[in-house]
Every structure is written in structure tokens, then in C-alpha cells.
């Protein structure tokens, strides 16, 4: 399957065109977010408060291991946490700041599925265990938000280049790959 470059913030024409399966590698900008940093963003939106992330953006799952060089930060590694952790607060983020993308590993629920169809956002499955590789893809940190969250938590503003492989594991539509793979697993075990 041919490979899609795509530039970040994704554009919505880009992200429908998306399919299951596609393999994808992005350039641009994705900032990090974990649990604490989606419940942040909720507050801060609620309170009218400027949310560091920009609309239509890339979220990465993950937080990094880093270790300051000079006047900047050298990223060790940059794997991915598993995206279910984020299922409550994360429907609401994506209709907050009309986020684009979400990476991550292991996929997410029926609620935030209904979210990325309504909203047009799309779920990039990235290999857990390949953090080190993950972090030779980004080129550059831009900036660190809610440091005092720590740094697994804060909110990492990469610049990212090549970054991937990815994969298409939620659509715009809302379709799993997960799902599907499940279904498919029951279907042969029935079949035994």
C-alpha cells in the first residue's frame, strides 16, 4: 500500500480521504497530551481560558522521555501511551479544538469514534515499542506547556518530519480497524 504524506494541521479534504489501512507519515506540528493535559484543556475551556494547542491540530498519546541539552530538550524516546486512558475527556477535546488527528496505540471507544465522525477526526495507530525510533522523527521541540503538570503530562510541542509509520485505525467515519480485527478473530475461532 502507497504511503500518504501528509502535513500537519491535516487538512479536512486530506482527512476524508483517509482509509483503514492507509499508512501515513506526518510533518508538521503534533503536540503530546496525556490524561492530565485533556482534563486541563476541558478546564481551561470552560473557563474561557486559551488552550496552548491550536484548532485542527495532531495529539500524540505519549509522554516523552527528555533530557535538557542546552537552551532545549533532546527527546529520548517518544512512544505512545495507550489512547484507552483517554477515553472520557476526549470527546470533548475533539469538539473543542476540532482536533484533526489523535496518535496513539491500541485504539479508542465507541463515544470518542462518534466524536471523530461528527467532528472529522481521524485515529493513526503507531507501534508501541518503538519509541526510540518515534523520537529520530522529531526534529525540534517548539515548546513545552503545563510544565507543572510534569513531564510525562506536560503538553510537548514537537516538530515532527517522516514521522511514522502510522496507521489509519479509526476513519472519519468512525470505522475501527480494531473492530473489525475483532470481529474477524471471533469468525475464525467460531469457525474451528
Known amino acids: 500500500m502507497p504511503r500518504k504524506n501528509l502535513h500537519t494541521p491535516i487538512a479536512e479534504a486530506e482527512i476524508s480521504d483517509l482509509n483503514l489501512g492507509d499508512i501515513v507519515y506526518l510533518n508538521g506540528d503534533v503536540y503530546t497530551a496525556r490524561d492530565q493535559a485533556h482534563h486541563r484543556i476541558l478546564d481551561y475551556a470552560d473557563s474561557g481560558k486559551e488552550v496552548p494547542i ?3 491540530a495532531t495529539i500524540y498519546h505519549c509522554g516523552p522521555l527528555v533530557r535538557p ?6 527527546i529520548i524516546a517518544a ?3 495507550t489512547s484507552a486512558r483517554m477515553n472520557e475527556p476526549t470527546p470533548a477535546v475533539i469538539k473543542q479544538l476540532r482536533i484533526h488527528a489523535i496518535i496513539g496505540k491500541g485504539g479508542m471507544d465507541i463515544a470518542t469514534r462518534a466524536a471523530m465522525r461528527k467532528y472529522g477526526c481521524v485515529y493513526l495507530g503507531i507501534t508501541g515499542g ?3 525510533l518515534a523520537a529520530t522523527r522529531i526534529k525540534a521541540v517548539k515548546a513545552v506547556y503545563w510544565a507543572d503538570l510534569g513531564m510525562p503530562e506536560a503538553v510537548w510541542h514537537f516538530i515532527v518530519e517522516d514521522f511514522g509509520p502510522l496507521v489509519v485505525s479509526i476513519d472519519a467515519d468512525g470505522d475501527s480497524l480494531y473492530e473489525r480485527t475483532n470481529e474477524a478473530a471471533k469468525r475464525n475461532v467460531m469457525a474451528l
Open 54 to 56: 491550536k484548532s485542527g
Open 130 to 132: 518503538a519509541a526510540v
Open 79 to 81: 512512544g505512545p501511551t
Open 69 to 74: 541539552q542546552g537552551n532545549n530538550w533532546q
